[in-house]
């Protein structure tokens, strides 16, 4: 929380240089390696497809933006799979096929999580996400 709004007061302050510094305004970025993957966004609208045969664990965090992961992408889930939503001043969006479940536990100041449709009746595979929100929203939508 405290890092976010000391990145909403360098925007509203002016400037000395006459600009902010390129790594605070319009950062996105996404990697997947092994059986991981991380995205972040800052000051930007990012959305992600992450294709991993199998998936083991992931880490998204928004601050001031708005991001999209997609797990369309993903042929199966590791067991005891782990996601960490981290969501500040912004939007996340977490796209989950419908073979899969997700079990989400949630934290909020002053945020939401939502969670829209549901899954396939057979979704055996299960997915544990963590939801961290401050000032945002994160949605988790079963496609």
Do not use: M, W
């Not at 909020?108 to 945002?136: K, Y």
């Amino acid at each position: 929380l405290l890092s976010g709004l000391g990145l909403l007061a360098d925007v509203l302050r002016k400037p000395k240089q006459g600009h902010l510094p390129a790594d605070r305004i319009g950062k996105a970025l996404c990697t997947c390696e092994g059986e991981h993957f991380s995205c972040s966004t800052a000051f930007s609208e990012n959305s992600s497809l992450i294709q991993l045969p199998r998936l083991a664990s992931g880490t998204a965090e928004v601050s001031f933006g708005e991001l999209t992961v997609d797990l369309r992408g993903c042929e199966e889930l590791a067991e005891n799979c782990h996601l960490a939503l981290d969501c500040s001043f912004g939007h996340l969006t977490l796209l989950i096929p419908r073979r899969f479940r997700a079990s989400c536990a949630k934290e909020t100041t002053f945020g939401t999580v939502e969670v829209t449709g549901t899954p396939a009746e057979d979704a055996a595979e299960v997915l544990l996400v963590t939801c961290d929100v401050s000032f945002g929203q994160i949605t988790v939508q079963y496609l």
